[in-house]
């Protein structure tokens, strides 16, 4: 959040397009971590599109806390009945809810942000205890470390001793006790508008920002890694013609978001968003199954989807070799988590055509010295010729199988990559994810999107309600 994101961004977000279809729209909740500071205007600065404006200063918090009320600062302070912060949220979003018009109710947008499960993972007091003592998943990857054969921050992260594994697994505890309180929350913004009448026609969406790792690789507990512990999210629709039940292995991100919000509330998608809407693949059931096990045969089965991981690592200290470290709950180590040598670009890839499920993960680091200047890293390590994992023979992404890819394979993956890093706009961002894996220069693919179905479009236009929630993990 600066002038220049607000001047040259903010303006281009989901919002202002809804808005401008005629829609009241609400936000609550988590923004950016320095909203509501002076560099960022304070909390007098309202984005543009929100008609209703709840903003969090700053990052997440339970207790003792500021918002931005429709710019004016709001502070709160420690006691649960007034203060906790996803209680508040609920009462914010039934609030707006419960005061838009009974008859003629116009269509609106509400979107809550969720702090939970940020840390310090602090639960309401009635659910401190949920699932105390219970472990994290004891899966093939955990606390496997140090990782000689990855990059260099995994190389630097110690395997954890007895005492920071159990602050790893109270902290997956701590974190689910949070999420009991998000469960009321959406339990009751969905009662709310089934008492309003409102239901069959009300879409309700629910994701996070990012995956966790809970002692994956030795890191206790954070988010910054290319392991699929960190890039999976939870997505989940909710909605008239939507069938119940119906899953898909069509792979959706957090870029697609905002152009789905604004197909679904004014019927197209602005060229500019890199973000692909799946408002036709939620309703087109050639791309649904609804077994808890399999993938259906279907249109799904014989794509090749692929996606851009990117991430730029941090150094509080300042320095090429510092190595930050993320605290959990108060009073816990804090443990590695980042470095500015933890800043890499991924290509993850499954091949349907070719029988894949799982696929594979090909990835490139960059390498900082002090001031933050870039330095060529040392070819022949991890951090300079990178990481490659086959998820159909290795899902836990323990074997670093660069060394094993063929050039010509690795030419392809690289050329992939740069092209992800490159793309801008409708056009040439989904031709990547959903064309051809060999590609010229220009950006030429072969396309097998979904058509344009103007039935669908017809439909849309009765739709009106749209909420959203959102983990802040």
Known sequence: ANSTWQKNIEPHCFAPHVANAGYQTFYAGKYLNNYGFPVAGGTEYVPPGWSDWFGLVGNSKYYNYAISNNGQKQSFGSNYSTDYYTDVLKRQGLNFLQNLPTTNTPPFLLVIGTPAAHAPFTPAPQYNDTDSG????????????????????????????????QQSDMSYDFRHGTLKSVDDLVAALYKQVEDMGLLNNTYFFYTSDHGFHS???????????????????????????????????????NIDIAPTLVELTTGTVPQDFDGRS??????????????????????????????????????????????????????????????????????????????QVNGTQYCQFKCYKDGYLETPCM????????????????????????????????????????????????TE????????????????????TIPYDEELAEEMKNWKYTVVRSDNV
């Open 379 to 426: 070819a022949g390590t991890p951090q300079g010729d990178g990481e490659y994992y086959n998820l159909e023979t290795d899902y836990y992404e323990l074997d670093n199988a660069m060394g094993k890819l063929s050039p010509s394979d690795k030419n392809q993956y690289e050329n992939m990559r740069e092209k992800f890093l490159k793309c801008e706009g409708q």
């Open 134 to 165: 219970d472990e994290s998943p004891r899966i093939p990857n955990w606390n496997v470390a140090p990782s000689p054969t990855k990059h260099l921050l995994m190389q630097q992260t110690p395997a954890m001793n007895a005492t920071v594994a």
């Open 278 to 355: 799946v408002v036709n693949y939620l309703f087109d059931t050639d791309y649904h199954y609804f077994d808890s096990h399999g993938r259906k045969e279907s249109a799904v089965s014989n794509l090749t989807q692929q996606f851009l991981i990117e991430y730029y690592g941090e150094a509080w200290s300042g320095t090429a070799d510092g190595l930050n470290c993320c605290g959990g709950w108060p009073g816990f180590y804090c443990q590695i988590c980042d470095s500015w040598n933890n800043t890499y670009s991924c290509v993850r890839q499954i091949d349907g055509a070719n029988g």
């Open 429 to 448: 961002c989904n031709g990547l994810r959903e064309g051809d894996i060999h590609m010229d220069e220009d950006f030429e693919y072969a396309a097998n």
């Open 215 to 253: 002692g994956q690789f030795g890191m206790g507990y954070d988010k910054r890694q290319i392991y699929e512990n960190d890039i999976r999210i939870p997505y989940y629709w909710k909605g008239p013609g939507i069938p119940q039940g119906a899953k898909t292995d069509i792979i959706a991100l």
